[in-house]
């Protein structure tokens, strides 16, 4: 099940055929925090913002998986430095933009649907 699809998704939440894709006032806390713990790619995640705690590391190597007309999903613990030289530390799963057409390069925002990729 995708996060923002069917019955049980927040689409006025996450909808990537709209831009921006994540609207989070318009869906409580709770419900959002819910509908991220379902996330099958662990692509979105979440914090407190009043949380000085770190977000737990995940121990275990490095995975990568191709996801067939989708996203590169990298496992595992990564830091990511952007084009600005901004650095980001990632854990657990993160979704690799393979069709080029995402907004939020170098992370996927779900334009390969839309966009037709094929591998």
């Given at each position: 099940?995708?996060?923002?699809?069917?019955?049980?998704?927040?689409?006025?939440?996450?909808?990537?055929?709209?831009?921006?894709?994540?609207?989070?006032?318009?869906?409580?806390?709770?419900?959002?925090?819910?509908?991220?713990?379902?996330?099958?790619?662990?692509?979105?995640?979440?914090?407190?913002?009043?949380?000085?705690?770190?977000?737990e590391?995940?121990?275990?190597?490095?995975?990568?998986?191709?996801?067939?007309?989708?996203?590169?999903?990298?496992?595992?613990?990564?830091t990511?430095?952007?084009?600005?030289?901004?650095?980001?530390?990632?854990?657990?799963?993160?979704?690799?933009?393979?069709?080029?057409?995402?907004?939020?390069?170098?992370?996927?925002?779900?334009?390969?649907?839309?966009?037709?990729?094929?591998?």
């Amino acid at each position: 099940m995708e996060t923002w699809k069917g019955k049980d998704g927040l689409l006025d939440v996450f909808n990537p055929m709209e831009k921006p894709w994540i609207k989070p006032n318009a869906a409580s806390t709770e419900r959002i925090i819910e509908q991220i713990t379902k996330c099958p790619s662990g692509a979105l995640s979440f914090y407190y913002n009043e949380d000085a705690n770190p977000p737990e590391e995940v121990v275990t190597n490095t995975k990568v998986e191709v996801m067939e007309n989708g996203p590169l999903l990298v496992y595992g613990n990564l830091t990511v430095t952007h084009k600005n030289g901004e650095i980001e530390n990632k854990n657990k799963v993160t979704a690799f933009c393979r069709c080029g057409q995402s907004s939020n390069k170098p992370y996927c925002d779900g334009s390969h649907i839309t966009s037709g990729f094929q591998e």
